[in-house]
């Protein structure tokens, strides 16, 4: 009996420390999420290379573009990005839904929905405009417990799924864009 008591005891421990992983490896991962934000707010894509992998794979969704490969040719795409957005005076906002999180191993697959603000300069009279998408990515646990991204992939989809989608606990869930500016 006493043996059962200690092989009882032990399963729950690890069921525990399985959990506790778990939502460590949710925090790690929702991070990437906060340094996409912190990016766009700061126009500052070199915050993006503690999100991507070294060997980090880029898919946009331009049917005339090529597959990114590699962290700096990455974020060599958001400078230019964010270029564009500074030479106009102008700023730019992002979040994410996220709906669906597998781990297995080392290993994370993310899919869910962005959405993406775009504020003109004061001075040239345009409204605000936002633009959505859905997305995939897929990365890897680092050494240090971090999570970096190895694939990262998206298209085009209407605001409203980005608006539509419940939050799932454990996930980000952005809430900075309450309501779509579209009617």
């Not at 990455?74 to 999180?101: P, T, W």
Request: hydrophobic content about 40%; charged content about 25%.
């Amino acid at each position: 009996m006493m043996r059962v008591l200690l092989l009882l005891a032990a399963l729950l421990m690890s069921i525990g420390a399985f959990a506790a992983n778990a939502m460590d490896d949710n925090k790690a991962l929702n991070t990437n999420y906060q340094r996409f934000v912190e990016a766009f707010q700061s126009l500052d894509p070199e915050v993006l290379e503690k999100v991507y992998d070294e060997n980090a794979c880029y898919i946009t969704d331009k049917q005339d573009r090529e597959i990114v490969r590699g962290r700096q040719a990455i974020v060599a795409v958001y400078h230019a990005f964010f270029g564009k957005i500074k030479r106009k005076n102008a700023r730019i906002e992002v979040d994410f839904r996220l709906l669906e999180r597998t781990i297995e191993g080392n290993s994370a697959t993310d899919v869910g929905y962005y959405l993406v603000r775009f504020h003109p300069a004061a001075d040239t009279g345009e409204p605000v405009s936002e633009f959505a998408g859905k997305f995939v990515t897929v990365a890897k646990k680092q050494k240090d417990g971090a999570w970096s991204l190895t694939v990262d992939s998206n298209n085009g989809a209407d605001s409203r799924f980005y608006f539509d989608a419940k939050p799932v606990p454990n996930l980000y869930y952005g809430e900075q864009f309450v309501r779509s500016l579209k009617p």
